[in-house]
Each structure stands twice: as structure tokens, then as C-alpha cells.
């Protein structure tokens, strides 16, 4: 493996070799390496490089079950995420190597993670769930009136999610059901990340019939701004 510097793309930082690699994860600063782990082995091996140097920080073995698949394996500065299948989740310190484990039935392996680093939190998907959680292993807020909803024609799940700069609100696409009328319909929801709340909703197809395919949200001006499958934009002010 090759690392390069982005300020001048010419210059190759540094290289480390190919011991079997089986991932790679980037966090501010630092690099976490995945070894592979053969069969039956009750450890997974893991290294921690400083990104700027290549330099060898950390080199140890976690533990882990043997035979059950690693389902998730994330890094958060000096935190590790780590889930084997139908296992309780280990939130690990790579400083002390000190561990919280959270249970399988309160913590399900997700399909996404969207760290928060303004706020050292995590949000975790699940399907159409959004939950947002600590590293004590705590469940910090649940999202009011918030089923998440994807269009068929989306295949990055993220263009129709988007957070701002401050990482305090998520603008997203969620299935809005008016009980009255059991009419399923489709609103960009507006939620405050740490309480949970639905600050506001824009329901979109009354202007577009077609299905949205892309969110964002202009920080500066205030305004969402919503593509859909004709190549159309929505644009939605403060």
C-alpha cells in the first residue's frame, strides 16, 4: 500500500506492505489496519498508524469469538467499534484497551454508521431507523415521527440524507403517515439530532410528483435543496 499526500500528489508519504490485509479504516490523525483472521482463531490482530509518519502506534490482538463473522468493525478517533454476529456489541479503547459491551438485543448490527465528531456520537441505520448513541453504550435520543424511506431508484442511501456542518440537525427523506386517511405519502423531515425532535416537514410531492433522489442544504443561505429522478431541482428557503 502506497500513501500520498494530497497537497502535492507527486510525493508518496510513505508505503507499508500487504500482510494480509483485510481493511482499512481512516480516522482524524490516525489509521486503523485489519489483519485477516483465520479460522477458529479467538483473536483478530490490529494496528494503529499515524497517517503523516506510517509510524506503528499501536499493535496488538482483540479478542473476539471464534467462529462468528465480524459484522462491524469501525473506528472513532481512539475508539473501536466491534460486532460479531448475534454478539453484544464491544465499544473498545484503543488508549487503554478498557471495554463497554453493549447487548445484542439493545444494539442490532447496523447497516451504516455516521460518526459525529462535533458531539462524540454515532448514529447508527438499521433499515428505515435512525438512533443516535454514545460511547458509554448509551441510546441518546430516538427520532420522533422518523421512518426513514429510499427511493427504488437511490443506490447510495446517503444522497437523500444530509447533515449539516454542526452535526445538530438531519435533513432526510421519511415516510409521513396521516392516520386519518391511512395515506402513506413521503416528507423531507427536518429533526433536532440530540433530542430527537421534528423541527419541520416539507411535503414535496405537492409540488413534484416524481421521487427524490438527492437532498442537501445550503449552510449560508438556509435553503434545501431537492433533486429528482427527471433531473429537476426544488429549492425550499428558510
Excluded at 13 to 18: S, V
Excluded at 146 to 165: G, N
Excluded at 202 to 208: G, H, L, N, T, V
Aim: hydrophobic content about 40%; aromatic content about 8%; proline content about 4%.
Amino acid at each position: 500500500y502506497k500513501v500520498w499526500s494530497m497537497a502535492d500528489p507527486s510525493r508518496v508519504l510513505y508505503r507499508f506492505p500487504d500482510e494480509t490485509i483485510e481493511e482499512i479504516k481512516i480516522s482524524p490523525g490516525i489509521m486503523l489496519i485489519v489483519l485477516a483472521r483465520h479460522k477458529g482463531e479467538a483473536h483478530v490482530r490490529l494496528k494503529i498508524l499515524s497517517i503523516e509518519t506510517g509510524q506503528v502506534l499501536r499493535d496488538f490482538q482483540q479478542l473476539v469469538v471464534p467462529g462468528k463473522s465480524i459484522d462491524v468493525i469501525e473506528q472513532f478517533n481512539q475508539k473501536l467499534l466491534l460486532k460479531q454476529e448475534q454478539e453484544q456489541l464491544a465499544i473498545v479503547d484503543l488508549l487503554n484497551l478498557s471495554v463497554i459491551n453493549v447487548p445484542n438485543e439493545r444494539f442490532q448490527t447496523p447497516s451504516a454508521f455516521i460518526f459525529l465528531y462535533e458531539h462524540q456520537c454515532f448514529l447508527a441505520f438499521r433499515s428505515d431507523e435512525v438512533l443516535l448513541w454514545n460511547f458509554r453504550g448509551e441510546l441518546v435520543s430516538l427520532f420522533n415521527d422518523h421512518r426513514l424511506y429510499f427511493p427504488d431508484s437511490v443506490e447510495d442511501h446517503t444522497s437523500v440524507i444530509f447533515i449539516t456542518h454542526n452535526q445538530d440537525v438531519i435533513i432526510s427523506l421519511c415516510e409521513d403517515v396521516a392516520s386519518a386517511q391511512r395515506d402513506e405519502r413521503v416528507a423531507i423531515h427536518v429533526s433536532h439530532i440530540s433530542s430527537g425532535k421534528c423541527l419541520s416537514k416539507i411535503d414535496w410531492q405537492a409540488e413534484c410528483p416524481g421521487p427524490l433522489t438527492a437532498l442537501s442544504y445550503n449552510e449560508e443561505r438556509g435553503d434545501i435543496i431537492a433533486g429528482n429522478d427527471q433531473g429537476e431541482l426544488q429549492i425550499w428557503s428558510n
